[in-house]
């Protein structure tokens, strides 16, 4: 009930196109949905974050969309660059275990120029 | 302003050793997290220290601990080192909800 499930495990698109990552959820007591962005050799970096009371956040190019009801968020990063190349992980908490973020497996995005 | 840091950047043990790794928080940030990224596992919670007490724990073992200083900075300690230990440690420090991650420790276990 803790997992988050993430998706695909691998993501190759080309320059300008649309990228979008998956991510479903069991826990309903989670309330807080960040995605992290990692490059290679470095830690996580918070990329955007979402709360359930919302269904769409939009920060410059990405966006992230949260379905409630199918308990599912996704990622959208348009117009894709290659410095976008990197890996995204969707991430969870809950009220009650705060703290403790839950991540997703990851997904590896390549962006060909 | 200087980010989280973490030392060593690497560490080479044998099964059995025990191991200590380092973080110093973001200047002002109280908490500090530890996470262990194994090949192909993501990122698993391990420990959340708060104002030098330990507030939260994720499903490992007891031979995984460790504690925060006065200072806010904290250690990891992993005792009795298995093989499946090897992995990237990752600290991260908040003040408010955002958990800012370091670089990371890698440890190999031989």
């Known amino acids: 009930q803790q997992q988050v499930k993430q998706s695909p495990q691998s993501l190759i698109v080309q320059k300008g196109g649309i990228s979008i990552i998956n991510c479903a959820y069991e826990?309903?007591?989670?309330?807080?949905f960040p995605w992290y962005q990692q490059f290679p050799g470095k830690g996580p970096a918070l990329l955007i974050a979402?709360?359930?009371?919302?269904s769409e956040k939009k920060e410059g190019r990405f966006t992230i969309s949260f379905n409630k009801s199918a308990k599912q968020f996704s990622l959208h990063i348009m117009d894709s660059q290659p410095g976008d190349s990197a890996t995204y992980f969707c991430a969870a908490e809950s009220g009650t275990s705060y703290g403790k973020l839950t991540f997703g497996q990851g997904t590896i995005l390549t962006v060909h120029p | 302003e200087a980010g989280v840091t973490q030392s060593p950047t690497h560490l080479i043990k044998t099964r059995g050793q025990q191991a200590t790794l380092r973080c110093s928080p973001i200047?002002?940030?109280?908490?500090v997290y530890w996470y262990q990224q194994a090949l192909g596992l993501g990122l698993q919670f391990l420990l959340w220290?708060?104002?030098?007490?330990?507030?939260n724990r994720g499903n490992f073992p007891p031979r995984f601990s460790g504690r925060q200083f006065p200072n806010y900075s904290s250690e990891l300690n992993v005792n009795a080192l298995e093989l499946e230990d090897s992995a990237l440690y990752l600290c991260?420090?908040?003040?408010?909800?955002?958990?800012?991650f370091g670089p990371g420790t890698r440890l190999t276990v031989l």
């Open positions: 979402i709360r359930p009371d919302v």
């Open positions: 220290y708060d104002e030098g007490e330990e507030r």
């Open positions: 200047s002002g940030h109280t908490s």
């Open positions: 991260a420090s908040s003040l408010g909800h955002t958990q800012y």
């Open positions: 826990n309903t007591a989670f309330d807080y």
